[in-house]
């Protein structure tokens, strides 16, 4: 894969939307404020967490830099999150016949979406694993082009949360006829593919190192 800031990009959008389409805390609470605020509860939950990765960010390049750089790290980083990938994609294909969205569901409220975003991000422990493996990965790639590497990768990290989240909180606003479980569950397939494409990615990086 040739390391340049639109394949970091573009390659960062697509596993963040990966991510972000399974299910979780977060969509429950987008799908339930969205249905009592409109579209704006999406764009307003992923501010926060944006504001709550961006400071995971800086703390890990400000305090973690001489730790990025040993060979050792980057390889069992590689390995471990190629096999997280590679799981990610085995659960999502098994997922697709039952898989939905379940936009009807109306059982969390919250008052400050901003600080929601932030605390519903927190409350997932599939955020966490998915930093210390993944998102670890990406940095050390992404800081390989300096400070406009890491935007690359942070600018299409966020953006992939935006635009899913915007489509839910739309969806759930406007109703069920502009998004349903089919689309949903081709876009899962699809994300899976490319899951899979990347965890060779990774696993193909951290053996270059060790031969």
């Known amino acids: ?14 596993i963040a939307l990966s991510g972000a389409l399974m299910p979780g805390p977060f969509l429950t609470v987008t799908v339930s404020e969205s249905s009592r ?4 509860a999406g764009p307003l939950l992923i501010l926060g967490h944006g504001i709550l990765e961006l400071a995971l960010v800086v703390a890990l390049l400000s305090g973690m830099a001489p730790f990025f750089k040993r060979e050792s790290v980057f390889i069992t980083i590689a390995l471990g999150g190629g096999l997280i990938l590679f799981w ?4 999502m294909f098994k997922s697709l016949p039952t898989l939905s ?10 008052k400050n979406l901003i600080i929601s975003g932030i605390l519903f991000s927190l409350a997932n422990p599939y955020w966490t694993i998915w930093w210390v493996s993944i998102g670890l990965g990406y940095i050390m790639t992404s800081v390989k082009l ?9 600018t299409g990290h966020i953006l992939a949360d935006l635009a899913w989240y915007s489509l839910i909180s739309f969806s759930v606003a406007k109703g069920r006829r502009f998004f349903n479980d089919a689309t949903y569950r081709k876009m899962i397939g699809g994300c ?3 899951l899979i494409v990347f965890a060779c990615y990774f696993f193909y990086s ?6």
Do not use: H, Q, W, Y
């Open 206 to 211: 951290g053996i270059e190192k060790v031969l």
């Open 37 to 40: 605020r409109g579209m704006i």
């Open 192 to 194: 899976a593919s490319f």
């Open 88 to 91: 990610m994609a085995i659960s």
């Open 1 to 14: 894969m040739i390391l340049s800031l639109s394949a970091i990009f573009f390659s960062s959008f697509l």
């Open 101 to 110: 969205l379940n936009l009807e569901d109306n059982s969390t409220k919250s």
């Open 146 to 154: 300096g400070i406009p590497g890491v935007i690359a990768f942070f």
